[in-house]
């Protein structure tokens, strides 16, 4: 008989996140019968927001990823798996520096942004880790010692071949899976106050700014909800307050029912300059609600199918005009549209035959 594939997934938390629902979704679910999976969460049990009672769990209680390297090289040492696969940028970085350690185990980033390179990164104002020339090459050299990277989109492949030099052969595109797929709206009919909704981290890249200066401008009754943390909050909620929109605008900081409250409305809003795999957005139409987007670097465009799921614009006034389209959207076709490319099974088939073809 065959010996099982032992992988290892290391995450720095559970928190609420892409990342943390696709890897624990993933380390539950592969074939028993050819893999033994393990996750690893640097930080601690009672942060979790994903149900991980089916996967073999270690927490290694420790608040920051650098503080839970020698207890990471204890257990790879002992354990001698065969892949481990690491998500979230810092995270990668370190896993890629000790993975010269590990001559038999395969290292695998999870990479989760479109990256910038060097020129780029210095001049984002509001990265100061990245604008920091000796950090990047930190960072590029973890990356590159990495021996495969798993992307979520093309645009993200690209984007890693350009900043780090990587070669294609080490990059492989799997999209995020649906893993809810019993839920959908029960209907398509406008209420009599339209019903918005984004959900995703408070940044000036998630362009919740430009939603709120658009939705504003429009002449009919409107309600808008955001969910999500982060640290542009008072930006955000001061731009409500310019556009005098308190009377349209509610807040939740968080939810563990994303769902009730993507079917609750009748459309998504992104507003994001560039995405990496846009997860809430795929949610909206795995539950039949459609989107409306821009069409901006990343997995957007994998995603919508303009006029059947949702539209993809090019600019501000496409968007606005938009809002104002009156169509009856079918939940059915919509979930549909989304479930065919990135249904569960399909998404694991693809990580499972990942897997074995670099073992």
């Not at 809430?280 to 199918?305: H, M, N, Q, R, W």
Request: some cysteine.
């Amino acid at each position: 008989m065959t010996s099982k594939i032992k992988v290892f997934f290391v995450l720095p938390t559970l928190s609420a996140g892409g990342a943390e629902r696709v890897i624990s979704f993933v380390s539950q679910n592969l074939n028993q019968e050819k893999f033994d999976s393990t996750l690893i969460v640097i930080g601690f049990k009672k942060d979790n927001k994903y149900e991980v009672s089916n996967a073999n769990t270690i927490y290694l209680n420790k608040s920051r990823v650098l503080k839970s390297l020698f207890k990471l090289l204890k257990i790879i040492s002992k354990q001698k798996p065969q892949i481990v696969v690491s998500s979230i940028s810092n995270l990668n970085v370190m896993m890629g520096l000790i993975s010269i350690l590990f001559s038999n185990t395969i290292f695998v980033g999870r990479h989760t942004f479109i990256t910038k390179t060097p020129s780029e990164a210095d001049k984002l104002q509001n990265n100061k880790i990245l604008s920091l020339k000796s950090v990047f090459d930190y960072w590029d050299y973890g990356n590159k010692k990495l021996d495969y990277f798993i992307c979520q989109s093309a645009d993200m492949k690209q984007s890693i071949i350009t900043a780090y030099g990587i070669d294609s052969h080490k990059i492989k595109v799997i999209n995020n899976p649906i893993t809810q797929t019993n839920i959908i709206k029960s209907n398509n009919h406008h209420n009599q106050t339209r019903k918005y909704i984004t959900i995703g981290r408070l940044s000036k890249l998630k362009g919740h700014e430009r939603i709120l200066k658009m939705l504003s401008q429009l002449s009919f009754s409107f309600q808008y909800t955001i969910i999500g943390e982060g640290s542009y909050y008072d930006e955000i909620f001061k731009k409500v307050k310019e556009l005098g929109l308190e009377q349209n605008v509610s807040y939740i900081k968080f939810t563990d029912n994303v769902y009730k409250h993507l079917i609750d409305h009748d459309m998504f809003l992104q507003g994001s300059f560039t995405e990496g795999f846009p997860n809430a957005l795929l949610e909206s139409c795995a539950v039949g609600v459609p989107v409306l987007a821009f069409d901006v670097p990343g997995g957007t465009k994998e995603i919508v199918e303009n006029e059947i799921n949702g539209f993809l614009v090019n600019n501000e006034d496409e968007f606005l005009k938009r809002l104002y389209d009156e169509r009856k959207w079918n939940p059915e076709k919509i979930k549909e549209s989304v479930n065919k490319k990135f249904n569960g099974n399909k998404i694991l088939s693809d990580y499972e035959q990942f897997f074995i073809k670099i073992v």
